[in-house]
């Protein structure tokens, strides 16, 4: 069954980007996102995977 993905690009008020780190494979910094669960809307979807890696989170200067 194919999956559908989200990402999204997150800036707080000093217009920094927010980055997340993927803790499997090549272990890059990210944008927050992933895969949606079944019968879950994009923004759901984007707000589950930034509570999920609370621990991995980065502001990046852009």
Known sequence: MP???VFAA????HNH???VKIKY???NWTL???NLDPNESPIDG???EYL???????????
């Open 46 to 48: 984007v707000k589950r």
């Open 32 to 34: 927050p996102g992933g």
């Open 17 to 19: 980007i927010l980055l």
């Open 52 to 62: 999920r890696r609370q621990d991995s989170l980065l502001w990046l200067t852009t």
């Open 25 to 27: 494979g090549s272990q």
């Open 3 to 5: 999956s559908v993905g």
């Open 10 to 13: 997150i800036f707080n008020e």
